[in-house]
């Protein structure tokens, strides 16, 4: 079993940061990948960005503004959000999974609580 519990989120000003953070208990966190998914009111739950030992990966709509991240002796993941547009307001929810693929919601067993992030226009 795995733990997950997300931080970090808010409100910012569009053009602003944020960083989130996803604390890990339980299982060796290490050996999963590790997902972040967001989901705006009326809207089906999506893919933000995964990190896994193969890598990372991006939905195109936060490349080269979010980064994902993890320090494996923390047990903690994080997502560093750049340039932060009126569209990404969204409940942000951190995820594990030993699927070897990442950007379905479906493939991950573990979740977190979700954390709100908003941002004005």
């Known amino acids: 079993q795995v733990q997950l519990v997300e931080s970090g989120g808010g409100l910012v000003q569009a053009g602003g940061s944020l960083r989130l953070s996803c604390a890990a208990s339980?299982?060796?966190?290490?050996?999963?990948?590790m997902g972040w998914f967001r989901q705006a009111p009326g809207k089906e739950r999506s893919f933000v960005a995964a990190?896994?030992?193969?890598?990372?990966d991006y939905a195109d709509s936060v490349k080269g503004r979010f980064t994902i991240s993890r320090d494996n002796a923390k047990n903690t993941g994080y997502l560093q959000m750049n340039s932060l547009k009126p569209e990404d307001a969204a409940v942000y929810y951190c995820?594990?999974?030993?699927?070897?693929?990442?950007?379905?919601?479906?493939?991950?067993?573990?979740w977190g609580q979700g954390t709100q992030v908003t941002v004005s226009s």
């Open positions: 995820a594990a999974t030993t699927s070897v693929t990442y950007w379905s919601p479906t493939v991950y067993t573990y």
């Open positions: 339980g299982r060796t966190f290490s050996s999963l990948t």
């Open positions: 990190i896994s030992w193969r890598g990372t």
